[in-house]
């Protein structure tokens, strides 16, 4: 069965590190999209990108997030400038066209010391 | 604005008996709603889902789920808890014209006891 992939599972780094969180959506999805759960607190949406653009970002996506989809497989998050605020359980979603459902991956847990 | 609240935090079952996690929600418009299971260490998977079709909703792993737009309410149940219904379980909604942009309820953790 096709599922979302993430990489790694844990990343630990250092506040003001740069860090990229990879995820391979399944191959004929359409929309993107990135989640994100503190520790204790409810998974919040963070972006949704299509047909290479953001189409919709939470007030949590500022300048320091940015995604990409390098190669028409992988799709990623960076943050440039970890905070310890960033702390959290990255979730990658996909869909497909006409959206019934978003498929997610198992997650990257991020620990900023 | 749409959101969603999960009445339990914690529910506690025997195996072998029913199981009913609460969740209400508010949507100004028409709602697409989800149940989600996540089980230790691994992604959100989808247990069933509503989209304006029938108000009963049957999903996977004996797990059902019933939209009642007079309460505001998709409940999910299952008559006979099993030792792998241990999870946590995440009610979502949607809006039509916001898709993808799910609001998660803040999870209900559910324990089997044998």
């Known amino acids: 069965e096709p599922e979302v992939t993430q990489t790694p599972s844990h990343q630990v780094t250092q506040m003001g590190q740069e860090v990229i969180l990879r995820c391979v959506p399944i191959?004929?999805?359409?929309?993107f999209y990135w989640y994100r759960q503190i520790l204790g607190q409810k998974v919040e949406f963070l972006v949704s990108?299509?047909?290479?653009?953001?189409?919709?970002k939470s007030e949590i996506f500022d300048d320091q997030f940015s995604v990409e989809r390098p190669d028409g497989s992988n799709f990623t998050l960076k943050i440039r400038s970890t905070k310890l605020e960033d702390s959290a359980m990255y979730f990658c979603?996909?869909?497909?066209?006409?959206?019934?459902?978003?498929?997610f991956g198992q997650g990257t847990r991020l620990t900023v010391v | 604005a749409q959101s969603v609240t999960q009445l339990d935090s914690h529910v506690s079952v025997s195996e072998g008996t029913p199981v009913l996690l609460r969740c209400n929600y508010s949507?100004?418009?028409?709602?697409?709603l989800f149940w989600y299971v996540q089980h230790p260490n691994k992604g959100l998977q989808l247990l069933l889902k509503?989209?304006?079709?029938?108000?009963l909703v049957k999903g996977i792993n004996g797990f059902e789920a019933e939209f009642k737009k007079s309460e505001t309410s998709f409940h999910l149940t299952k008559p006979s808890a099993h030792m792998s219904d241990a999870a946590e379980y995440f009610c979502?909604?949607?809006?039509?014209?916001?898709?993808?942009?799910?609001?998660f309820g803040a999870g209900t953790q559910v324990v089997v006891t044998p």
């Open positions: 979603a996909s869909s497909g066209k006409g959206f019934t459902e978003a498929f």
């Open positions: 191959s004929n999805h359409l929309y």
């Open positions: 990108f299509y047909n290479n653009e953001i189409s919709e």
């Open positions: 949507s100004s418009y028409s709602p697409s």
């Open positions: 509503y989209t304006s079709a029938a108000t």
């Open positions: 979502v909604v949607t809006l039509t014209d916001s898709w993808g942009k799910l609001q």
